[in-house]
């Protein structure tokens, strides 16, 4: 079945440390994105890619970075820059084919990010 | 500027009750609206599109919404509600103009009682 795997499930990251969270779809889809996700403030967009080596910052991007180098895979690292990390991250993508986005976006089981 | 805007932060239902869940949104062009359930510690799954035409709209688990313009709104209904609805909901908005980015409301969370 296609879909869209995230890994870890649970993930720890030390102070000053970098960590690199997994998304990989087998949907053949164009578009992929990275949320967090806090209690009670929905989720929220760090960054988003609409094609392979191209991606652009959402609305929480300081402290994350991206790369889109096959169109099935999308990681996230959480850089020492990003003070409060803490949180649940979810990996979706879009056959967006012109970049419509009147399609719904497929999720993956999400990773939860704790400080040690 | 777009928002979506979910009033409610949590709701009680007993099991076999009718649900409403609202949703109100704000966005300068025709909108697209999504709802999404989210169980504890998964993914969000779609429970339902709207982009055009009939204004009621069916999804799955036996939901339906209804897209009202004059009022900004869609809300998610249930006629009868089982404790596997227990979740969190989340409406969305988007639309074709806004470069592939989904707007996601607050979330409410349902709890079924026995």
């Known amino acids: 079945d296609g879909g869209i795997t995230q890994s870890p499930k649970y993930l720890f990251r030390k102070e000053g440390q970098n960590v690199t969270l997994s998304c990989e779809q087998n949907?053949?889809?164009?578009?992929m994105y990275w949320y967090r996700q806090d209690p009670g403030q929905g989720l929220r967009l760090i960054y988003y890619?609409?094609?392979?080596?191209?991606?652009q910052k959402g609305d929480i991007a300081e402290g994350y970075s991206v790369s889109r180098e096959k169109k099935e895979s999308f990681p996230l690292t959480v850089t020492s820059a990003q003070k409060n990390p803490t949180a649940f991250y979810l990996c979706?993508?879009?056959?967006?084919?012109?970049?419509?986005?009147?399609?719904?976006?497929?999720f993956g089981d999400g990773t939860r990010l704790s400080i040690l | 500027a777009q928002s979506v805007t979910q009033p409610d932060i949590h709701i009680t239902v007993s099991e076999g009750a009718s649900l409403e869940l609202r949703c109100n949104y704000s966005?300068?062009?025709?909108?697209?609206l999504f709802w999404y359930v989210q169980s504890p510690g998964q993914g969000l799954q779609l429970l339902l599109k709207?982009?055009?035409?009939?204004?009621l709209v069916q999804g799955i688990k036996g939901f339906e919404a209804e897209f009202k313009r004059s009022q900004s709104s869609f809300n998610l209904r249930k006629p009868s509600v089982h404790w596997s609805d227990a979740a969190e909901y989340f409406c969305?908005?988007?639309?074709?103009?806004?470069?592939?980015?989904?707007?996601f409301g607050s979330g409410t969370r349902l709890s079924i009682r026995p």
């Open positions: 966005y300068g062009a025709t909108p697209y």
């Open positions: 979706a993508s879009i056959d967006s084919g012109q970049g419509a986005s009147d399609q719904p976006q497929h």
């Open positions: 969305a908005v988007g639309g074709y103009s806004s470069a592939s980015k989904i707007i």
């Open positions: 709207y982009f055009s035409g009939d204004t």
């Open positions: 949907l053949n889809h164009d578009a």
């Open positions: 890619s609409q094609i392979v080596n191209d991606f």
